[in-house]
């Protein structure tokens, strides 16, 4: 609503400007579209100031400018029609006032060098979107990635609470926390977003296979009696490298996962 009243308003002052220069015909024949603009009268700007409420004295002079470009801008639409109307010979009061307007605007702006209008042409959605950090974990994958690293964790914890309490390793539950992890793992897979994540779920599932490799080892040796110094001393558990590797690898892994971001692989998941 704004713009079109500020329309109106600059027509309106254009038209008492020109007023005294033109006939009473409200389409007329004319020469050429600069010839038949009306002279700016000394007043000119005093008017157009009170009749378009473009700009008053307490304005800058950028300020003033850059109104009056917002002016004619709203009226950009209709240029197509008055280049027309000027070839075809014929121009509406309306129209030619907008040329006036736009002649004393270009007047205006040019003899006040020292200041300068800018203006800004936006980028697209595409270009102004800042480039993506490749180390950074989608929202989803960090989350998953947490919940299947706290499943490792807790399944490393049971088994050694179990050995160093004495408590018999029980095949049933240590299958069923993998089979857990894997369900995890499957739903982190499902959140992967790009190659950061990708490459976490690649971390995640080798210290899965590890793990499993490690339990699978001590169900065997329980199996044969051949875990007695294991729970006999918790020494054995301490200085068992591979058990080792996988706690500290895991350790890593949430930490990882909880800063959002992919970093070098630690030397223990290898």
Not at 74 to 88: F, N, P, Y
Not at 151 to 161: C, E, K, S, V, Y
Not at 167 to 178: A, S, V
Request: glycine share 6%; net charge negative.
């Amino acid at each position: 609503m704004k713009p079109r009243l500020m329309i109106a308003l600059l027509i309106t002052g254009v038209l008492v400007i020109s007023a005294g220069a033109q006939d009473s015909s409200d389409i007329h024949p004319i020469t050429s579209g600069m010839e038949s603009l009306p002279k700016q009268p000394s007043t000119s700007k005093a008017v157009m100031q009170a009749q378009l409420g473009v700009a008053g004295p307490q304005d800058t002079p950028q300020q003033y400018l850059e109104q009056m470009q917002a002016a004619l801008q709203a009226m950009s639409g209709d240029l197509g029609q008055i280049a027309q109307a000027t070839h075809d010979g014929k121009i509406s009061r309306a129209q030619e006032a907008y040329l006036a307007f736009e002649q004393y605007y270009v007047g205006l702006s040019s003899s006040n060098p020292d200041e300068t209008i800018v203006v800004d042409v936006w980028s697209t959605p595409a270009e102004m979107k800042p480039e993506a950090d490749p180390t950074k974990f989608s929202q989803g994958f960090a989350v998953a990635g947490l919940n299947a690293a706290n499943r490792l964790q807790f399944t490393q914890r049971r088994i050694a609470n179990s050995i160093k309490m004495g408590f018999p390793l029980g095949e049933f539950w240590i299958q069923t926390d993998f089979d857990s992890i894997d369900d995890s793992l499957r739903l982190a897979a499902l959140s992967v977003a790009n190659e950061a994540d990708r490459r976490a779920l690649q971390q995640l599932q080798t210290q899965t296979r590890r793990l499993r490799l490690w339990g699978d080892w001590l169900i065997d040796q329980n199996r044969h009696m051949a875990l007695a110094n294991y729970y006999i001393s918790p020494s054995p558990l301490d200085n068992d490298e591979q058990f080792q590797n996988t706690v500290t690898c895991t350790k890593f892994l949430l930490s990882m996962l909880a800063s959002g971001r992919l970093e070098d692989e630690d030397r223990s998941c290898w």
